[in-house]
């Protein structure tokens, strides 16, 4: 009989939750060739990471670590010093991931999970996968996006013998081949899943059903990935429960609101050199992470537009002093335009068309397809790669538009993402795949599902450490009096 993680709260039976409100046109659909998060961006480096044509592939050289392994595919091995420098670094401000390392790696409450996950590989990502190593399981590792990896974070990895297959700038086919070369290993199944954006899970799904079949679950980060499982749900055809990481609150509203309000000024400061105070600016939605990027603006003196098409949402915008329009009403006079959707077409040709001299548009969202960056592929469009990050878009008439990161996330891209913000997510992912590990059968059938709220409230009980606070504890006659248990959860399962 599996040994009982000591340290797990318990808690109520979780009311399976469903996302009722996903639109047709917001749902996504498995038969895409590949999803927006392995499109996306999240270098913090600032390159375009196009490589050269002559550049050889990393899967054209044979590599090998001090232990003589050869499990694993990267750019450059002699890279590992430096990347573990980066993921000592990471591990400094990750205190409550480590506080749960440390908690719980006599335990080994993940012994026997076999992981596969495809995430970032960056040092913030690197300190949860050898977490998740610590606590007992065997990983593999693959890129969730082509662009974003760090190479000598990967490298660092590879020389502590944990197979990782990815490179900053893979090709398409590079991207797909390094996800197969995580799940087609001969002597081992995976029997767990860590998804950013729902690649890996598309794979094991559509390459190898009879693997897909024996996770154990899934738990997904990114609302890319949450459409596709609904999908598959709403089908019949998952088989497996999942977690939906992305709507737990402290997802919501650490990693979406307080992450964005910060990097979304970073951003647009290290690309455009922007002066914000005086700007008009049309922020397109008002979910968490509108929610960041329209207060960091308007605190900065910027003049801030919201579109939204949620009525709830656009009644908070109108609450907090945001000047609710239609895109197509000021796209004429703003100076900056910014997606924060994670829907598609946003802003289109005909918006873009329609833009003053200088205008910067970006992307905060989810998705690479909020802007339709394909339409500016025409021969009377004239593309000028300024810097890193920057591109001029000129029309015949002179006119230019400014295009941050080609329309991938700018933040994730331009930026810095803050590593405390990333612990938290971290942390909600390694509960999340202990959960659905150890849970006894039945408690979760093959649905999507949310973090259970006693979860999510230890998440953030354990990063209040960082700040010396100090939680008030209810009387037993105060708990009675609310229907509450002292120790939580405080917060119904719907509330997010």
């Given at each position: 009989?599996?040994?009982?993680?000591?340290?797990?709260?318990?808690?109520?039976?979780?009311?399976?939750?469903?996302?009722?409100?996903?639109?047709?046109?917001?749902?996504?659909?498995?038969s895409h060739s590949i999803s927006h998060s392995s499109t996306d961006s999240?270098?913090?480096?600032?390159?375009?990471?196009?490589?050269?044509?002559?550049?050889?592939?990393?899967?054209?050289?044979?590599?090998?670590?001090?232990?003589g392994s050869r499990d694993f595919c990267i750019k450059n091995i002699k890279?590992?010093?430096?990347?573990?420098?980066?993921?000592?670094?990471?591990?400094?401000?990750?205190?409550?991931?480590?506080?749960?390392?440390?908690?719980?790696?006599?335990?080994?409450?993940?012994?026997?999970a076999k992981i596969v996950g495809c995430t970032h590989v960056t040092a913030?990502?690197?300190?949860?996968?050898?977490?998740?190593?610590?606590?007992?399981?065997?990983?593999?590792?693959?890129?969730?996006?082509?662009?974003?990896?760090?190479?000598?974070?990967?490298?660092?990895?590879?020389?502590?013998?944990?197979?990782?297959?990815?490179?900053?700038?893979?090709?398409?086919?590079?991207?797909?081949?390094?996800?197969?070369?995580?799940?087609?290993?001969?002597?081992?199944?995976?029997?767990?899943?860590?998804?950013?954006?729902?690649?890996?899970?598309?794979?094991?799904?559509?390459?190898?059903?009879?693997?897909?079949?024996?996770?154990?679950?899934?738990?997904?980060?990114?609302?890319?990935?949450?459409?596709?499982?609904?999908?598959?749900?709403?089908?019949?055809?998952?088989?497996?429960?999942?977690?939906?990481?992305?709507?737990?609150?402290?997802?919501?509203?650490?990693?979406?609101?307080?992450?964005?309000?910060?990097?979304?000024?970073?951003?647009?400061?290290?690309?455009?050199?922007?002066?914000?105070?005086?700007?008009?600016?049309?922020?397109?939605?008002?979910?968490?992470?509108?929610?960041?990027?329209?207060?960091?603006?308007?605190?900065?003196?910027?003049?801030?537009?919201?579109?939204?098409?949620?009525?709830?949402?656009?009644?908070?915008?109108?609450?907090?002093?945001?000047?609710?329009?239609?895109?197509?009403?000021?796209?004429?006079?703003?100076?900056?335009?910014?997606?924060?959707?994670?829907?598609?077409?946003?802003?289109?040709?005909?918006?873009?068309?329609?833009?003053?001299?200088?205008?910067?548009?970006?992307?905060?969202?989810?998705?690479?397809?909020?802007?339709?960056?394909?339409?500016?592929?025409?021969?009377?469009?004239?593309?000028?790669?300024?810097?890193?990050?920057?591109?001029?878009?000129?029309?015949?008439?002179?006119?230019?538009?400014?295009?941050?990161?080609?329309?991938?996330?700018?933040?994730?891209?331009?930026?810095?993402?803050?590593?405390?913000?990333?612990?938290?997510?971290?942390?909600?992912?390694?509960?999340?795949?202990?959960?659905?590990?150890?849970?006894?059968?039945?408690?979760?059938?093959?649905?999507?599902?949310?973090?259970?709220?006693?979860?999510?409230?230890?998440?953030?009980?354990?990063?209040?450490?960082?700040?010396?606070?100090?939680?008030?504890?209810?009387?037993?006659?105060?708990?009675?009096?609310?229907?509450?248990?002292?120790?939580?959860?405080?917060?119904?399962?719907?509330?997010?």
């Open positions: 009989m599996r040994k009982v993680y000591s340290l797990q709260i318990q808690y109520p039976e979780q009311t399976r939750e469903f996302d009722s409100r996903l639109t047709k046109t917001g749902r996504r659909s498995l999240n270098g913090s480096g600032g390159s375009d990471a196009e490589n050269p044509e002559d550049e050889v592939s990393p899967r054209d050289v044979q590599q090998i670590n001090s232990k890279l590992a010093d430096f990347g573990r420098r980066e993921i000592e670094l990471a591990e400094d401000e990750m205190t409550a991931l480590m506080a749960l390392r440390k908690a719980a790696q006599v335990e080994k409450p993940l012994a026997g913030q990502t690197a300190v949860l996968f050898e977490t998740l190593v610590v606590l007992g399981a065997q990983c593999r590792w693959a890129a969730c996006n082509i662009y974003s990896t760090q190479d000598e974070v990967a490298a660092a990895l590879a020389e502590q013998d944990l197979p990782v297959f990815a490179w900053k700038g893979e090709s398409e086919d590079d991207f797909w081949w390094c996800i197969d070369r995580c799940v087609n290993v001969d002597g081992w199944e995976p029997n767990m899943i860590l998804d950013d954006g729902g690649d890996m899970t598309h794979w094991i799904y559509k390459k190898y059903p009879h693997l897909f079949k024996k996770v154990k679950g899934i738990v997904e980060e990114s609302i890319t990935g949450i459409h596709r499982l609904h999908h598959l749900s709403k089908a019949g055809k998952l088989c497996v429960p999942a977690i939906n990481v992305n709507d737990s609150v402290t997802k919501q509203k650490f990693d979406n609101l307080y992450c964005c309000r910060e990097s979304i000024l970073d951003s647009l400061k290290k690309t455009a050199d922007i002066m914000f105070g005086g700007k008009q600016v049309a922020v397109c939605g008002y979910g968490e992470v509108g929610k960041g990027c329209s207060a960091a603006l308007k605190a900065m003196g910027s003049v801030v537009y919201v579109t939204e098409i949620d009525p709830i949402c656009a009644l908070q915008a109108c609450m907090d002093g945001f000047r609710l329009t239609k895109l197509g009403d000021v796209v004429r006079q703003v100076d900056m335009v910014i997606t924060c959707t994670g829907n598609k077409n946003v802003v289109v040709r005909e918006h873009m068309d329609l833009m003053k001299n200088g205008c910067v548009v970006c992307n905060m969202g989810r998705s690479n397809t909020e802007i339709d960056v394909s339409s500016l592929r025409t021969p009377e469009l004239v593309w000028q790669h300024v810097r890193a990050q920057v591109d001029h878009i000129i029309w015949p008439d002179g006119r230019r538009i400014v295009l941050l990161a080609r329309g991938r996330v700018l933040n994730l891209n331009s930026s810095t993402v803050p590593i405390y913000v990333l612990s938290i997510t971290a942390t909600t992912q390694a509960l999340a795949l202990i959960e659905l590990f150890n849970a006894p059968e039945g408690r979760y059938k093959q649905d999507v599902y949310l973090l259970p709220k006693k979860l999510d409230e230890y998440v953030a009980s354990l990063h209040l450490l960082t700040f010396d606070a100090h939680l008030t504890e209810l009387t037993d006659e105060q708990a009675k009096y609310m229907g509450l248990n002292k120790y939580g959860p405080f917060k119904p399962t719907y509330y997010r």
